[in-house]
């Protein structure tokens, strides 16, 4: 074998080693899927600080905070 045969086949070698981890790894995900997730998580996080704003606001107006004194 000569130098460029050498060459040629440790690329071929690397190509398929390369092409077979990633599809092993499943790839990586569309960015539908990311940007999906992406918008449920700060959903999530919105509605939980309105409804951590509307029980403070409920327990302020309900006069509950002055009963206790």
């Given at each position: 074998?000569?130098?460029?045969?050498?060459?040629?086949?440790?690329?071929?070698?690397?190509?398929?080693?390369?092409?077979?981890?990633?599809?092993?790894a499943g790839g990586p995900?569309?960015?539908s899927a990311r940007y999906?997730?992406?918008?449920?998580?700060?959903?999530?996080?919105?509605?939980?600080?309105?409804?951590?704003?509307?029980?403070?606001?409920?327990?302020?107006?309900?006069?509950?905070?002055?009963?206790?004194?």
């Amino acid at each position: 074998m000569n130098f460029s045969q050498r060459v040629l086949l440790l690329m071929a070698l690397v190509m398929v080693t390369s092409c077979s981890w990633t599809a092993g790894a499943g790839g990586p995900q569309p960015i539908s899927a990311r940007y999906g997730d992406f918008r449920e998580r700060m959903l999530r996080q919105r509605l939980a600080k309105q409804a951590a704003y509307d029980k403070r606001e409920r327990d302020f107006f309900s006069g509950e905070r002055w009963k206790r004194y």
